[in-house]
């Protein structure tokens, strides 16, 4: 399901539906609060990287877990996940041979492909096998609301054209809990988007003045393929998919065409077949994101494209200095 138009409202006007949810809202920041204030049931031996958001959809959470794999590579990093989306409730490691995105959702499958990767329902569980099998460090995929385990460093993705919303929490707003409980808590900020957006969200969230921040964007990762001027069909299932449209136009494609799924979207043979059909009429090929493509069955992965992005940074010297600390 798309959010409501009136979460991205400015927070100085956050309209009269926000409004009437707000006794809503609040139950949701208490029921969250109060779930924080439960005990860890797990306390790893090593350290625990977390990389959360505060809002709900995609803020660039994925390419972060990858950015800390490169950068940790020599402290074996293990990643955890809940595997939204999957059906196996494990524990168990992802196999990119064995498994699918509808076992072990999509992102947890993607980022097999850079570390070892564990899912669980009870991501503690995961934790607990990440760290027998010789985990020098965990990077937990998501989890900065649930209390399971003890973190060692709370990094929190902001995407920055999004920003925090209308500053209301479900279903008031886009947030998972309210803007100050959560910065309280977080370590780092790695905030995703570029320069006006940055600056933008800085001048109308004075809130994260004081903490450390990385600013970084997301850029085509070098391939060889030659975008510029390519006739893309282009889709995509994730939190905004506009995002991954702008990135696929600024590489020198010309996006012919669009179609946006919801987050996660399961990719039916009726959709698949449309999609296919409809490209070939605009004479454009099917192009799709790294994860979007994760969920697409094998044999039609040879139809589509896919552009795969990465963390870029001016400074990553914010990043750097956090992970010393470990």
């Keep these: 399901m798309r959010p409501p138009g009136f979460w991205q409202n400015p927070r100085n006007a956050p309209g009269l539906a926000a409004q009437l949810l707000a006794p809503a809202a609040a139950i949701w920041a208490g029921r969250t609060a109060a779930r924080l204030r439960q005990p860890p ?67 947890p499958l993607l980022l097999s492909a850079f570390a070892p990767t564990w899912v669980a329902k009870a991501r503690a569980a995961a934790a607990r096998k990440a760290e027998a099998a010789g985990a020098g460090i965990i990077i937990m995929d998501d989890g900065f609301q649930n209390p399971d385990i003890l973190k060692t460093l709370n990094i929190v993705v902001v995407d920055a054209e999004a920003s925090f919303g209308n500053g209301r929490v479900i279903p008031a707003g886009p947030l998972r809990e309210p803007v100050k409980a959560g910065l309280a808590r977080t370590d780092l900020l790695v905030t995703i988007g570029p320069p006006t957006a940055q600056n933008s969200l800085a001048e109308n969230w004075a809130e994260i003045a004081d903490l450390p921040r990385l600013e970084a964007q997301l850029k085509p990762l070098a391939m060889g393929m030659p975008w510029a001027g390519l006739r893309a069909f282009a889709f995509a299932g994730i939190g905004r998919p506009e995002k991954f449209f702008t990135t696929l136009r600024n590489a020198g494609a010309e996006v012919v065409e669009t179609r946006a799924f919801d987050d996660h979207a399961n990719f039916s043979q009726p959709i698949l077949t449309r999609l296919l059909h409809d490209a070939k009429a605009a004479n454009a090929k099917l192009v799709t994101t790294e994860k979007d493509a994760a969920r697409l069955p094998s044999a039609f992965r040879r139809e589509v494209l896919v552009l795969p992005v990465r963390l870029a940074s001016d400074d990553w010297s914010p990043l750097d200095q956090a992970l010393k600390k470990l």
Excluded: W
């Design 41 to 107: 049931v797990f306390q790893p031996g090593i350290p625990v990287i977390c990389v959360g958001n505060l809002t709900i959809g995609g803020t660039g959470k994925t390419p972060t877990v990858m950015t800390l794999v490169e950068r940790l590579s020599g402290r074996v990093p293990h990643i955890v996940s809940r595997g939204y989306g999957g059906s196996l409730a494990g524990p168990l490691r992802v196999d990119e041979t064995l498994h699918t995105a509808e076992d072990v959702g999509d992102e």
